[in-house]
């Protein structure tokens, strides 16, 4: 696959015509923003409209299903199961299955107490129960290679510490000040 050519940036030639770029940068940065939260704020509304109508289904929903339940489990099972764990009734399977496997302790036992115990067995298997995540803490590391020499000659051919510089364009935009201003036009739509 060949590699495609950059397309050609137009390069100011003096501080004035800099000036009137990072203007129109600024600009669309400012009208991106907006965009973004216009969106986030209808995305908000039509969630809160969904979150308020499954509350009114869900609780139209729930005095069925405990009663379907009862039913089921009063005689409604013999009745249409004939021997079976489920029936299909009115488009819908209904009846009993196993929900996932959990592990439960018993009554004052913690996990923290399971692990001693099974890495205090002497038994082949019991690691196989046991799970340890390690891993490297990069925080750490750079903390202790920058301010420890001998730590950094530890490291030396295994890993360095970088840090670039980028280049930045920071408008100053205040979300807050963008925020009213979108809410703004919304309410004039």
Avoid at 77 to 106: D, H, Y
Avoid at 141 to 170: C, H, M, N, W, Y
Wanted: with cysteine; net charge neutral; charged share 35%.
């Amino acid at each position: 696959m060949p590699r495609r050519k950059r397309e050609t940036v137009h390069v100011p030639a003096d501080v004035a015509e800099a000036t009137g770029m990072i203007a129109e940068y600024v600009a669309l940065e400012r009208s991106s923003a907006l965009e973004r939260l216009a969106a986030k704020d209808a995305i908000d509304r039509v969630k809160a409209q969904c979150d308020a109508a499954l509350v009114e289904i869900e609780a139209e929903m729930q005095p069925l299903f405990e009663g379907i339940k009862a039913w089921w489990e009063a005689g409604g099972r013999t009745a249409v199961a004939k021997g079976r764990k489920s029936a299909e009734i009115a488009n819908a399977k209904i009846g009993i299955r196993l929900g996932m496997p959990q592990v439960r302790f018993a009554r004052k036992v913690k996990v923290g107490d399971v692990v001693v115990w099974l890495r205090s067995l002497r038994w082949a298997r019991a690691g196989e129960f046991v799970r340890v995540k390690i891993s490297l803490d990069k925080e750490a590391v750079i903390k202790a290679v920058r301010s420890e020499p001998e730590v950094a000659k530890q490291f030396e051919g295994k890993l360095t510490v970088e840090q670039e510089e980028e280049f930045f364009i920071d408008t100053g935009l205040d979300e807050a000040e963008l925020r009213t201003v979108s809410t703004a036009k919304a309410s004039e739509n």
